[in-house]
């Protein structure tokens, strides 16, 4: 059984998370999963382990977090794109296969994948 | 809900919305007792008795209460047709409790499925919360507590890239050994 208190690798992992802190850019992107009962139904883990997948395959800092249902069951699984400056997306029936190209055209190429959005929420 | 890690994850999901900081998850697989039995406990706000009532019944939930919906009713329907039972207790501003058996060799119970995947996902996304795992595996078991893990790396967040990784090597070799899957 691998145990946490055995701490040299979290020992390395701490010094390695103190050198990246200087290079470390916040991209200031915010990604949220649908993970109600109908996300999950519909699924909501398989995508969001697909999106920190791609995420590291890129070396990609952006905060992951979940939220419960907000009411568009039918469109599950919903993700929500929020970057700094520019109106948060929502984007629906985002299944696992969808992640690569979601994430090369909306975080790398900065365009929206307008076929698959289901609203957009301009920020002040 | 085609695996049980999948209720796993909508009743930590639940807690999460429930402002809870602090869950325990037990899950118990005991083939001398025929049993495969979870328990949920959370330290969120908690549920009055009339919403602790509407939870449990799928008809009578209204937007307001909808935090829960259909969750617990379908849980509560795969473990009545697994010979197992679900019991949930709540009490306002200390917490909610939810506790699920099933007979383990049951025809009819789906397959506990992808804890990886369960586990990866509620970990990496709640930044607020630590959760206390425990998994036993007749006897074997394999535990964690997420607050181990932020103090030993001097960090709140387990969502940078590099302690990712590490994370996902750790429940992954954690898991396969409790499943008896040990390279060594």
Not at chain 1, 21 to 31: A, K, L, Q
Not at chain 1, 71 to 98: F, H, W
Not at chain 2, 153 to 172: D, N
Request: glycine residues 8%.
């Amino acid at each position: 059984m691998p145990k946490v208190g055995s701490v040299a690798d979290l020992q390395i992992l701490r010094e390695q998370l103190q050198k990246d802190f200087s290079r470390r850019t916040d991209t200031n992107t915010v990604i949220t999963v649908g993970m109600g009962t109908c996300g999950i139904a519909a699924g909501a883990r398989d995508t969001m382990q697909a999106i920190l997948e791609e995420l590291d395959k890129r070396d990609i800092t952006a905060h992951v977090q979940t939220v419960g249902c907000i009411g568009m069951c039918s469109r599950e699984p919903l993700v929500d794109i929020e970057q700094a400056g520019k109106p948060r997306i929502s984007y629906g029936n985002i299944t696992r296969d969808r992640v690569p190209q979601l994430i090369e055209e909306h975080l790398i190429k900065g365009q929206v994948v307008e076929e698959w959005v289901v609203g957009k929420l301009q920020r002040d | 809900m085609r695996e049980l890690s999948l209720h796993i994850l909508d009743i930590l999901e639940n807690a999460l919305e429930a402002g809870a900081t602090l869950v325990n998850l037990d899950i118990e697989e005991n083939s001398a007792a025929n049993l495969l039995s979870f328990e949920i406990s959370d330290n969120g706000r908690g549920m009055d008795a009339k919403t602790l009532e509407q939870v449990q019944d799928p008809f009578f939930t209204t937007r307001k209460t909808r935090r829960v919906g259909l969750g617990i009713p379908l849980l509560r329907a795969a473990a009545e047709r697994c010979g197992g039972e679900l019991e949930i207790q709540s009490q306002v501003s200390l917490g909610t409790r939810v506790h699920v058996t099933f007979e383990l060799n049951n025809i009819d119970r789906a397959p506990l499925g992808d804890m990886f995947g369960t586990l990866m996902g509620f970990v990496v996304s709640s930044s607020n919360c630590d959760l206390v795992y425990h998994h036993q595996v007749d006897d074997r078991c394999f535990e964690f507590n997420t607050r181990e893990i932020r103090g030993a790396i001097g960090e709140r967040s387990l969502a940078e890239p590099c302690v990712r990784s590490w994370l996902r090597a750790f429940i992954a070799e954690g898991l396969s050994e409790l499943y008896g899957k040990s390279q060594e």
